[in-house]
């Protein structure tokens, strides 16, 4: 039985704005040393560091995703078709926070996979983790599929 290694990849991005640096940290594992050597020579890890975690250093990572790990919740998303109005958990879903991030429309939609639906997608995701990421994934499972007209769901996040 061959040992999985855990290797962490450390790259930094310079870009001319010193407050748009950042670093990029992904922990990779891989069960042997040859297929350590395949990743690193891929041009998608070109100029970043690696190096093998230790089994204390891989312990505290473990627990630090524990403690950041929140148990989904189940939300309930109602929609009137008419005036494109949208309730989370009981509140009207307001569409300008998310339109601050990129606008795809002056108007939440749902039934389709276009701009309303985007808009709307994103506003749900800012509300419940103050993060874009991942709204267009959440676009398609959980709003393209609604039916056009009035609607009322649940879905876990």
Not at 137 to 143: G, L, S, Y
Request: proline residues 2%; charged residues 25%.
């Amino acid at each position: 039985m061959k040992k999985e290694m855990f290797y962490c990849l450390q790259r930094k991005f310079n870009c001319a704005d010193p407050e748009k640096q950042f670093e990029l940290f992904a922990v990779v594992a891989v069960d042997t040393e040859d297929a350590w050597n395949m990743i690193e020579e891929s041009t998608a890890i070109d100029n970043s560091q690696k190096w093998l975690l230790t089994e204390k250093e891989l312990s505290t990572l473990s627990e630090i995703f524990k403690k950041t790990d929140t148990k989904s919740k189940i939300h309930t998303l109602k929609g009137n078709y008419a005036t494109s109005t949208v309730w989370l958990d009981g509140h009207v879903l307001d569409i300008r926070q998310s339109q601050l991030i990129y606008k795809h429309s002056f108007s939440f939609s749902w039934g389709y996979a276009g701009s309303g639906p985007s808009q709307l997608a994103l506003a749900i995701m800012l509300e419940l983790t103050g993060k874009a990421a991942g709204y267009q994934d959440f676009k398609w499972k959980h709003i393209a599929p609604i039916i056009k007209g009035n609607f009322e769901i649940e879905f876990e996040l």
